[in-house]
């Protein structure tokens, strides 16, 4: 079983920030890309942020600028700083790892989601 489970969350000013993490658990083998997505009420999933095992990094570009992803591989965590916020920001945002489970089997995996509340 793999878990990814979210933390960091909440409620913050326009041109406020947030970071958010979350931690992959269970039996990996190995993660591939990490990243973050977002939903807005009445809207799709979105693409926010994404990065590879060895870095590379690719971003959406309205958070371009003010976005950052990182990942401490040993932790099999990835982060999101969010700096600037806006109030188009607001959204449950999710976390998704591309996972190769002790089995050698390579998964997508989703976490539950954090609220992210920015306001103006």
């Known amino acids: 079983q793999v878990q990814l489970v979210e933390s960091g969350g909440g409620l913050v000013q326009a041109g406020g920030s947030l970071r958010l993490s979350c931690a992959a658990s269970g039996t990996i083998f190995s993660i591939n890309a990490m990243g973050w997505y977002r939903q807005a009420p009445g809207k799709q999933r979105e693409l926010v942020a994404t990065?590879?095992?060895?870095?590379?990094?690719n971003y959406a570009d309205s958070v371009k600028g003010r976005f950052t992803i990182s990942r401490d591989n040993a932790k099999n965590t990835v982060y999101l700083q969010m700096n600037s916020l806006k109030p188009e920001d607001t959204a449950v945002y999710y976390c998704?790892?591309?996972?190769?489970?002790?089995?050698?089997?390579?998964?997508?995996?989703w976490g539950r989601g954090t609220q992210v509340t920015v306001s103006s």
């Open positions: 998704n790892a591309e996972i190769t489970g002790w089995d050698m089997a390579r998964d997508d995996y």
């Open positions: 990065t590879t095992s060895r870095g590379m990094t």
